[in-house]
């Protein structure tokens, strides 16, 4: 598969996996001349964002449409693209007083490529299939990076758990979760999604050993894995064969500017 190829399916995955999550939050997805405007209802800005279906028309006209749909949600226009794909709109989303709030590398796996890892001596890996176990998913998430756990549970509702897209993953050591992880497949690709791992259980490879085991999980079902690496995470997806080939890019309104 060429790197082109590659990169157009993946676009095509995000804002699919997106409506997936927006669905199971009971929110709604707006269109505006070939962006997807989720709006989840959680009041938190990366868990509204706007996504690229397909090239605007009129990308100027489309991001001032896609604008208009956050003035009821105390929220700003944020806006995921791939500079080399979407060109068009990174160009209008600066006429349009935008800013690059975030940048972040696109890594890739075939799926052929994936060596199992083995969890670290007293710690076990497994799917989450209990709803009642998603507080303490959330938890973790919380101590991880640092969020309110009350509103990346509105992120993480119960209907997650029974869309078959959607699956949950978690580590537990010393009686209590301790790293999570989730995973959307769809058309043949696995998204790696919220890999977390509280600070006094890193660098044991836990969080490899979890997103091996969402991997190999779903294997069957997919061909090419696809994540979005943070700083912390960067060297754990490489270890696991992750190579970056992509940048993705968030453009926003600031709060000042709103």
């Known amino acids: 598969m060429s790197d082109a190829v590659e990169l157009a399916r993946i676009a095509s995955f995000m804002p699919a996996a997106w409506r997936h999550r927006v669905a199971a939050c009971g929110g709604v997805v707006h269109e505006a001349d070939g962006l997807a405007v989720c709006l989840t209802g959680v009041p938190l800005a990366p868990f509204n964002p706007t996504l690229i279906e397909r090239l605007p028309t009129d990308p100027d006209a489309a991001l001032e449409q896609a604008e208009r749909h956050y003035a009821d949600t105390g929220l700003s226009l944020g806006i995921d693209l791939e500079p080399s794909l979407h060109r068009s709109v990174r160009d209008a989303a600066q006429r349009v007083g935008l800013t690059m709030v975030e940048s972040r590398p696109g890594m890739t796996l075939a799926l052929t490529d994936v060596a199992p890892v083995l969890p670290p001596e007293g710690v076990e890996v497994f799917r989450v299939e209990d709803p009642a176990q998603l507080d303490q998913v959330v938890e973790v998430d919380a101590a991880a990076f640092g969020g309110d756990a009350a509103t990346t549970r509105l992120f993480l509702p119960n209907a997650v758990l029974e869309d078959p897209a959607q699956r949950v993953y ?54 090419l894995a696809v994540l979005d690496a943070s700083d912390l995470g960067f060297g754990v997806y490489e270890r696991l064969g992750f190579r970056t080939t992509s940048t993705w890019e968030v453009w926003a309104r600031e709060a000042s500017q709103a």
Request: aromatic share 4%; charged share 20%; net charge neutral.
């Open 170 to 223: 978690a580590a537990r050591a010393d009686g209590r979760l301790v790293s999570v992880g989730e995973s959307t497949t769809l058309d043949g690709i696995i998204g790696v999604f919220g890999i977390a791992t509280v600070p006094a259980f890193r660098r044991r490879g836990i969080g490899a050993a979890i997103t091996a085991l969402l991997l190999a999980d779903r294997a069957g079902e997919a061909d």
